[in-house]
């Protein structure tokens, strides 16, 4: 399956923002072991948005966020945010599986 990862990235410092990141990308890993293929939202949205000259990059990150989470088959919430809970929404909106921990996601097959 493609599963999402999300939870908050939003911080008001940088090392906060990394740690929220680094915590997303630890969770992909262990899905990625387990034998799915994980998404991470902001790694997709992120090195795009920074390099734009977009007003909005907020609204950027969520709306290449959401289109490529639109593609998955469920979503593992590591923790909440105004972000990560558009996302879950929208899995949920679908009637997709939406996980709170690792050991809820189904084994590979």
């Given at each position: ?36 293929v ?21 609204g ?9 989470v ?40």
């Open positions: 399956m493609i599963i999402a990862v999300a939870g908050p990235y939003s911080a008001e410092t940088h090392e906060q923002r990394q740690k929220n990141l680094d915590a997303m990308n630890e969770t992909a890993a262990r899905l990625l072991e387990a034998g799915h994980p998404f991470i939202g902001v790694n997709a949205a992120l090195p795009v948005v920074e390099r734009s000259k977009v007003a909005d990059k907020y950027s990150v969520m709306k290449i966020s959401l289109e490529l639109n593609m998955c088959d469920g979503i593992l919430m590591i923790g909440e945010s105004k972000g990560a809970c558009m996302e879950r929404d929208l899995i949920l909106s679908k009637g997709l599986p939406v996980y709170y921990s690792l050991d809820e996601v189904p084994p590979a097959d």
